[in-house]
């Protein structure tokens, strides 16, 4: 017979104290007071929202938060001793958001963050501080919102070398060219749409250029890689100078226009670790041409599980409160490790990969001139840069007043196109500047 179980003392609720209170910061009241009961049965007591802080205490946010304590000073949350875990959900690399983060590790409070910027900026910083306190950092919402994906790599992957990990990881820019691919949007009302909806940051110029899925990169690369992060290392194309044509002409050959970020690490060459967002033309059956809308996905390749594919909201409130509170719940339990999967001490430097160097086929559209002596220029500048032209469409009266000419070059290094293009921009007769875009095989 087994024996009788121990009667346990109930554990002490888990405070908590949220800054910041916007799109996400609402969400994250809102998901913490709907799954009360089950998020306490699942964590193994209840977890309390103890006080609220951010800019504007009377802003109308569709939630009522009278109930709860409010200080008008972040810095409060972390003096107080009635608090056990801070929810930082302000954003910004720097500024008030790395203060809030650094006093209350320093204090030696958890702390949970959305902040992929502050993360990708300072993580192995605030990792080491966690480390000193021996307290927990989680960052669950900063990467692919919703999708648990930190969690997968960090624990559920965590036996497989990772070889190469890639995705779709702003669902702004996703949002914008599902719209331009599936209603003819233009680039702006596509932007305002994905604001509209919250999906954007504060500077969404973060989203189109690429930055905020450099930023989600870099994270993802430290983790799989077991490397110290690098932001400084990520090139990064956003997706503003896609025009509706980029679009329709990647539908024409097989492939939907998606912005992807992707980071592998070469061992033949020193471990050198790429990292890299661009738009890029996506296989018609590949699993990421399927991402539609805000949402977000990563593959990642491990060595023993092979393949593995998630998919879910990458913005939103309801998503990034979902990964929020995954975090506090974990926290409750007591069931967290270093940020990075292992200790900072542990982490590679590893060396910068030529993004140029990397091969594969590519996608040019460029708008000329009609004119007689054009296409020869166009053949002459492939050939001085030593790209071989797979096929070749040209179409006529483009807005702008040219000729579209679209090309599919066969595989090469991207600094032969980088060469090419470069020539050609320099021409009176190629209108506007030319663009490319990787071709995935993966
Ligand atoms: N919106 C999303 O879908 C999403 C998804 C994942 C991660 N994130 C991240 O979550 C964080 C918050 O994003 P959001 O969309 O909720 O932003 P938001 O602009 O809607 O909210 C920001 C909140 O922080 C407060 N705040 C800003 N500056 C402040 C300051 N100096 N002092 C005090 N309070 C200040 C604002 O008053 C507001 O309450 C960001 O780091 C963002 O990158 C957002
Ligand atoms: N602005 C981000 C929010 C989620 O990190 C996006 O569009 O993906
Ligand atoms: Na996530």
């Not at 990990?165 to 820019?173: A, F, P, S």
Request: with cysteine.
């Amino acid at each position: 017979m087994s024996p009788s179980p121990t009667p346990t003392t109930p554990r002490p609720p888990l405070r908590v104290a949220l800054a910041g209170i916007g799109v996400v910061g609402g969400g994250v009241v809102r998901l913490l007071e709907a799954n009360r009961e089950l998020i306490a049965r699942r964590a193994g007591r209840p977890i309390e929202i103890v006080a609220l802080s951010a800019r504007d205490r009377h802003k109308d946010r569709g939630v009522d938060l009278s109930a709860y304590r409010w200080e008008d000073d972040m810095g409060a949350l972390v003096a107080a001793d009635d608090i056990d875990v801070v929810v930082e959900m302000v954003g910004g690399a720097d500024g008030p958001a790395l203060t809030l983060a650094r006093q209350a590790l320093g204090a030696g409070k958890a702390l949970v963050t959305a902040n992929k910027a502050m993360i990708a900026h300072h993580g192995i910083d605030l990792a080491r501080l966690a480390e000193e306190k021996d307290t927990p950092l989680k960052y669950e919402a900063a990467v692919a919102g919703g999708i648990p994906v930190i969690k997968a790599i960090r624990e559920g992957a965590s036996a497989n070398e990772i070889a190469r990990v890639y995705g779709i990881l702003n669902g702004t820019c996703n949002y914008i060219l599902t719209l331009m691919e599936r209603e003819g949007a233009s680039f702006a009302d596509a932007l305002a749409a994905a604001q509209a909806e919250g999906y954007a940051e504060a500077d969404p110029t973060f989203d189109v250029d690429g930055v905020d899925a450099a930023h989600k990169l870099s994270i993802l690369a430290a983790l799989c890689f077991g490397t110290r992060l690098d932001i400084g290392a990520v090139a990064a194309t956003g997706i503003r100078d896609l025009i509706a044509a980029d679009i329709r002409e990647a539908e024409a050959l097989g492939h939907r226009v998606r912005l992807i970020g992707m980071a592998e690490r070469d061992p033949a060459k020193g471990g050198a670790l790429y990292q890299h967002v661009q738009p890029c033309l996506v296989p018609a059956d590949h699993p990421l041409a399927y991402v539609p809308g805000a949402l977000n996905a990563v593959v990642a390749e491990g060595n023993f599980v092979g393949r593995l594919f998630f998919e879910g909201a990458g913005a939103g409130a309801g998503p990034t409160a979902s990964a929020i509170v995954a975090d506090i719940i974990d926290i409750a339990r007591d069931e967290y490790g270093p940020a990075f999967a292992m200790p900072v001490s542990a982490l590679d430097e590893a060396p910068v990969a030529d993004p140029g160097a990397r091969v594969g086929k590519h996608y040019v559209r460029l708008i000329v001139e009609d004119r007689i002596g054009v296409l020869a220029e166009i053949a002459t500048a492939m050939r001085d840069a030593g790209v071989s032209i797979e096929s070749f469409i040209q179409r006529g009266d483009e807005a702008g007043g040219g000729v579209l000419i679209a090309l599919v070059t066969h595989e090469g290094p991207a600094r032969a196109i980088h060469a090419a293009l470069a020539a050609l921009a320099a021409s009176d007769h190629v209108v506007g500047e030319p663009m490319h875009m990787p071709i995935l095989a993966l």
